[in-house]
Structure formats: structure tokens, C-alpha cells
């Protein structure tokens, strides 16, 4: 693109509520655009076949402790900072290697799907209670009571985190969570995050101790098997700052897919009643919802050595954004990409990343959002919802979303028994 995007542009607030005209418009000059020289990345990276490349290209990193030195940012004063510089997210190449080969051996595709009927219990549970909530016919907030439930409650599940310090954790991945996102944050936001950090870590501490002394069938137990398999393998502080990651990548991500796409189908009466007839197609539903709709919309990298992006140059040590959200909408690659449309071919979207960083919880988040959706649109068939803006790019979701589920079908055990029909 011969004319430089404005990054103030692509943060801004039009571009935050819909990116996708924005977008639209960068695909029509190439697969990366140069940014403006006083902003502090070389180029945003679009198109699928570049964005794809950028992902898997060695010569692109993570922004790890080295850079983060380099660049003179002071990170290390921040313990919500030391976290993230700790966890397999910001690791370089040979710990990321190290660190994500243990967890992978741990969170197993059969682990998973033993998960599974926990994921269908927690779901049906905050279901019951969404229902209370709203049985009066006023809206309630499918964010706070649902959405940002089951996948912190999943991950305690999966964990091994009891049932009653459940609640415990949300207000304080929200808090970890805004660090996050791209801009500048509030001395107070910034303060909150450390503090939950600290409270993460000192409950992990604990239950990596209890997992120690008496392990169970659970991840941590596998976790810690494969740990002192090979002694030395994982320092301490990044068994703690992985443990806290899952956690978080998670949380919003997982989140984001939930209500993203409960608005996508409470827009369209069709698809809604396809997929509510037929609850085997969700697995297409959820990948399309993640290609239409990304929880994440960018990552960042730096290059390592003077490299090129669709034949323009990035200089040694330049960030470019790398647009995953703008790569799903690519017309290149997907035919009609602003159409909705779950049985699409070759849905190798990017809504997960691509290469080493690609999510590692990936498997996790599909089987949420198979099993969640279907029970959501079974159990409140005349659901509707009232979307406010979406503010956030990077993490790209509602902060509210008041639902009202009018026609809501009572679960199974508050169904009227026949005595009191009588009555
Ligand atoms: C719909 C839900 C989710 C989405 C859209 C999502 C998206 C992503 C993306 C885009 C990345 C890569 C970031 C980059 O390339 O810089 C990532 C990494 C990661 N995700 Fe997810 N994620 C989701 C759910 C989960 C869940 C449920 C977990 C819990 C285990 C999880 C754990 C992680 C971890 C630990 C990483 C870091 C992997 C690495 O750097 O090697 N994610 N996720």
C-alpha cells in the first residue's frame, strides 16, 4: 500500500466498533500497509497468505524479556508483567519450545474430551441461574452471569480449583486482563492488575503445593509428574506464570466467543433455527463464529533481521501488527468473506494464531463453544439481545450484553409436578 495507515486510525474509536469496513479497505491495496514513520510499528500486516507467513516466519518473534530490554521498557518492577514475561505467550524460541512441550503433555486431546461432561454440568448449572435471573422478563447480563463464568469455572474444573473458590477468580483475571489490551493504562488499572497478580500467583502456590503432596487424576498432578520426570525443565516461576495464563487466555477469548456469537445467531432467525434443529453442525457454527467474529483481532511481532512483508522492508528490531482479525475477512481467501456462512469450505481461519504461539488451548475453547451454544439456544428459545458498542480491539467482545429470555423453557427439575398443577 503506497500511502501509510494511521495507527491512531486503527485504534480509534469507529474502527473499534466495526473494523471490518476498515479492513475491507486495506485488503483492497495488498496484504500489508506501511504505518505512518512516527508510529512505533514498521507495517500492519492483513492479507491471510502475509498474516499466515508472519505467524510461522522464525525471523518473527515475540515481544520476550530480550526485546522488552532492548527497547528500555521497564517491565520487570510490574509482577502482572513478570507473569506474562514468564508464561509460554512472551517466551522465546528454545524456553517456548521447553515450556509448551510440558504443558502440551499435560492437556492431552483425551483430557479434553473427559472434560467434557463437566464443561455440559457447569454450563446447564449457570443456565439454571441465568434463567432465575431473568424469569421476571427484565435483562440480564449474559456477560457477567454467563459468559465470563464457564470459562473461568472450565479452567477451575480442569485445574483442579474446588468448587467454592470458583467465584474467587473472575474479578481478578478481569483485573489481570487489562494490561492486554493495546494503549495506555490508568496508574489505578495498572495497580489492580499487580495486585491480582499477586493473589494468582500466592493461590497457585498453594494449590501446586496440594497437588505435591497428594496428586489426583487432575492437570496439575500430570503437570508436575512430567516436572520431576525431568528435573530442572520448568523454573518455578514458570510453572506458577503458565498456570496463570491458561487462566487468562481463556478467560475473554472464550468469553468473546460466547457472545459474539450469541449475537451473531440472534441476528439471524435462520441460521439460529438450523442450528437449534440440528446441534450436530455446531462444531461448523463455532468455527465460522470464530472467522466472522474474532475474540482476538491482532498480535504483534518483531523482526529479528532486516526481512520484507509483501515487498515491503522491515528493518531489525521493527514491530509490525499482525491483523488475524482482518486475514479472516480476507477476500482472497474466503469467498463473499462478510457473509455468514457455516458451511463453508476450507475454514482455516486464524482466529487461534499459526505457528509456534498458536493457542494452546484451542481444542479447549471448540469444545466449549460446541457444547455451550446449542444448550443456550435449546434452553431460551425466544432469547433476545440488546448489544451495546465493543470497545476493545485487541480483545474484541462485549462488556455487557443484556439478554432478555422471554419463553425461557424451565429446567428439567423445576417442571411443575402434576400435584401442583392440580393445586
Ligand atoms: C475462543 C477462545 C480462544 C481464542 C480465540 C484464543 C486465541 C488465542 C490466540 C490468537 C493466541 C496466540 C497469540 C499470539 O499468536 O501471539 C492464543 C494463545 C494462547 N492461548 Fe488461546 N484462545 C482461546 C482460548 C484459550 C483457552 C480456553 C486456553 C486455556 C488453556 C488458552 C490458552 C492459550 C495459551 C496458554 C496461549 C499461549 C500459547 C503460546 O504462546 O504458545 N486459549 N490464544
Not at 500497509?33 to 508510529?39: E, H, I, K, V
Not at 512505533?40 to 516466519?57: K, S, T
Not at 482472497?332 to 504461539?357: I, T, V, W, Y
Request: overall charge neutral; charged content about 25%; glycine content about 6%.
Amino acid at each position: 500500500m503506497g500511502v501509510p495507515v494511521s495507527l491512531d486510525e486503527l485504534l480509534g474509536d469507529e474502527v473499534r466498533r466495526d473494523p471490518y469496513p476498515f479492513y475491507a479497505r486495506l485488503h483492497e491495496a495488498g496484504e500489508a500497509a506501511r504505518l505512518r514513520p512516527t508510529d512505533p510499528h514498521a507495517l500492519v500486516v492483513h492479507g491471510y497468505d502475509a498474516v499466515n507467513r508472519v505467524l510461522r516466519d522464525p525471523v518473527f518473534r515475540v515481544l520476550g524479556a530480550d526485546y522488552l530490554d532492548r527497547a528500555g521498557v521497564r517491565w520487570r518492577q510490574h509482577q502482572v508483567t513478570r507473569i506474562l514475561q514468564s508464561s509460554m505467550l512472551n517466551a522465546a524460541e528454545r524456553d517456548h519450545l521447553r515450556v509448551r512441550h510440558l504443558f502440551s503433555q499435560a492437556l492431552t486431546p483425551r483430557r479434553v474430551a473427559a472434560l467434557e461432561p463437566a464443561i455440559g454440568r457447569i454450563a446447564d448449572d449457570l443456565l439454571d441461574r441465568l434463567a432465575e435471573a431473568g424469569a421476571d422478563g427484565r435483562p440480564v447480563d449474559f456477560m457477567a452471569r454467563f459468559a465470563l463464568r464457564l470459562p473461568s469455572d472450565v479452567i477451575g474444573e480442569l485445574l483442579g480449583v474446588p468448587e467454592g473458590d470458583r467465584e474467587w477468580f473472575p474479578p481478578r483475571v478481569r483485573a489481570f486482563d487489562a494490561v492486554l489490551e493495546i494503549g495506555r493504562r490508568s496508574m489505578r488499572e495498572v495497580r489492580a492488575a499487580n495486585v491480582a497478580a499477586a493473589e494468582l500467583t500466592a493461590y497457585f502456590t498453594g494449590l501446586v503445593a496440594a497437588r505435591r503432596a497428594t496428586p489426583r487424576d487432575d492437570f496439575v498432578s500430570a503437570l508436575l509428574r512430567g516436572v520431576e520426570a525431568e528435573p530442572g525443565r520448568l523454573t518455578a516461576d514458570e510453572l506458577l506464570a503458565n498456570l496463570i495464563i491458561m487462566y487468562n487466555a481463556g478467560f475473554r477469548t472464550t468469553a468473546n466467543l460466547l457472545g459474539n456469537g450469541l449475537v451473531l445467531l440472534t441476528e439471524r432467525p435462520g441460521a439460529r433455527a438450523e442450528l437449534r434443529a440440528d446441534p450436530s453442525l455446531a462444531a461448523s457454527y463455532v468455527e465460522e463464529i470464530l472467522r466472522y467474529e474474532p475474540p482476538v483481532h491482532f498480535a504483534v511481532r518483531y523482526a529479528a533481521a532486516d526481512t520484507e512483508v509483501a515487498g515491503l522492508p522491515v528493518p531489525a528490531g521493527r514491530t509490525v501488527v499482525v491483523l488475524t482479525g482482518a486475514a479472516n475477512r480476507d477476500p482472497r481467501r474466503f469467498p463473499d468473506p462478510d457473509r455468514f456462512d457455516p458451511s463453508r469450505a476450507d475454514n482455516r481461519h486464524l482466529a487461534f494464531s499459526a505457528g509456534p504461539h498458536y493457542c494452546f488451548g484451542a481444542t479447549l475453547a471448540r469444545a466449549e463453544g460446541r457444547l455451550v451454544l446449542p444448550r443456550l439456544l435449546d434452553r431460551f428459545p425466544a432469547l433476545t439481545a440488546e448489544p451495546g458498542p465493543r470497545r476493545a480491539l485487541m480483545l474484541r467482545g462485549y462488556d455487557r450484553l443484556p439478554v432478555r429470555l422471554t419463553g425461557a423453557h424451565p429446567s428439567a427439575d423445576q417442571v411443575p409436578c402434576q400435584t401442583n398443577l392440580i393445586e
